[in-house]
């Protein structure tokens, strides 16, 4: 259930994870123009456990809602503005 947080926080070990492997072997590795193949596995998997915590943030914020709308009030509020603003036709 999403009460119990343990989503969040294999989220944030695993975006920890990946930039402490990152630095530890970054160091070892000898400086290049190109793109290694290391720094390109590095990105994918920093890219993708932030993707992660962030997709597990909004299931949580969902699960959580309260209110009839599932837009934010921010969200809400700039929709109504951009409809009063929107010329009409005629």
């Known amino acids: ?17 990946a930039v402490a492997s990152d630095f530890v072997i970054a160091a070892k590795l000898p400086a290049a123009r190109e793109m290694t193949w290391f720094a390109q596995f590095s990105a994918f998997s920093l890219a993708y456990a932030a993707a992660v915590l962030v ?3 909004i299931v949580i914020g969902l699960y959580y809602k309260t209110s009839e709308s599932l837009l934010p009030s921010c969200l809400r509020w700039a929709s109504r503005r951009a409809a009063a603003v929107r010329p009409r036709p005629g």
């Open 1 to 17: 259930p999403p009460q119990c947080g343990e989503r969040l926080g294999l989220g944030i070990t695993a975006l920890l994870a």
């Open 55 to 57: 997709e597990s943030c």
